[in-house]
């Protein structure tokens, strides 16, 4: 079935630091991809998505891209903040299973001043 | 404001005790699912619902029952609660059942089985 593993936290960074969150996954059809993220006591927010093979996603600062070569979508931000802190969930949704995401473990993430 | 919202956020019970979790969007989506987390190994589907009165398993559905009678609520069900049940629940919902759509998540509700 579909896995997907991402890196274990957590991530301690100080401010401004380079961030990068590995992930990679299987998938039996061609999925889309995802990085949801969790603030404290809060529900999941879509981070940023891709749709097909070297699409690159971004939002607030963070990318991530789609290699199909490496089954990676590993996410990466130039300079963190501490709102940045937070847990970082990859996920995939593959088309043979309809709308289900599949996702990894996730990644603590904390960022200090 | 479009917002998927659960309901409790927050419950203790006992072992056997009948409970529902409520769902609800206010988006207008065709897709609405159950998710659980538990720490180490993210978020596993339970159900989802394609659309009204169409629903199935997804991953981890033993002990739990759905319903999708209205297209915009979509309740969580457990008959007979037990201690494996503990957990942080979420609702999530998207226009369809593409792939490429983002689901939007409601806020959780924790659930504590004694």
């Known amino acids: 079935g579909d896995s997907v593993t991402q890196m274990e936290g957590p991530v301690t960074l100080s401010e401004e630091a380079f961030l990068t969150i590995n992930c990679t996954y299987t998938?039996?059809?061609?999925?889309?991809l995802f990085w949801y993220v969790q603030y404290p006591g809060e529900g999941l927010q879509l981070l940023l998505k891709a749709t097909k093979a070297d699409d690159k996603g971004s939002n607030k600062g963070f990318e991530a891209t789609y290699r199909k070569e490496t089954t990676s979508f590993h996410l990466e931000k130039g300079s963190v903040q501490v709102s940045d802190s937070a847990v970082y969930f990859c996920a995939l949704s593959d088309p043979v299973a309809g709308n289900m995401l599949t996702f990894g473990g996730g990644t603590r993430l904390m960022v200090k001043p | 404001e479009a917002q998927v919202t659960q309901n409790p956020r927050y419950l203790i019970t006992v072992t056997g005790k009948k409970l529902t979790v409520t769902c609800s969007q206010n988006?207008?989506?065709?897709?609405m699912s159950w998710y659980r987390q538990d720490p180490g190994l993210g978020l596993r589907q339970i159900y989802y619902?394609?659309?009204?009165?169409?629903?199935d398993k997804g991953d981890v559905p033993e002990g739990y029952k759905v319903s999708r009678k209205e297209k915009r609520n979509f309740p969580l069900i457990l008959e007979s609660p037990s201690p494996n049940q503990t957990s942080l629940y979420f609702c999530?919902?998207?226009?369809?059942?593409?792939?490429?759509?983002?689901?939007?998540f409601g806020p959780g509700t924790r659930l504590t089985v004694l």
């Open positions: 998938a039996t059809g061609y999925p889309s």
């Open positions: 988006m207008n989506h065709e897709y």
């Open positions: 999530a919902s998207s226009l369809s059942s593409a792939s490429y759509n983002e689901q939007f």
């Open positions: 619902s394609m659309n009204v009165e169409v629903t």
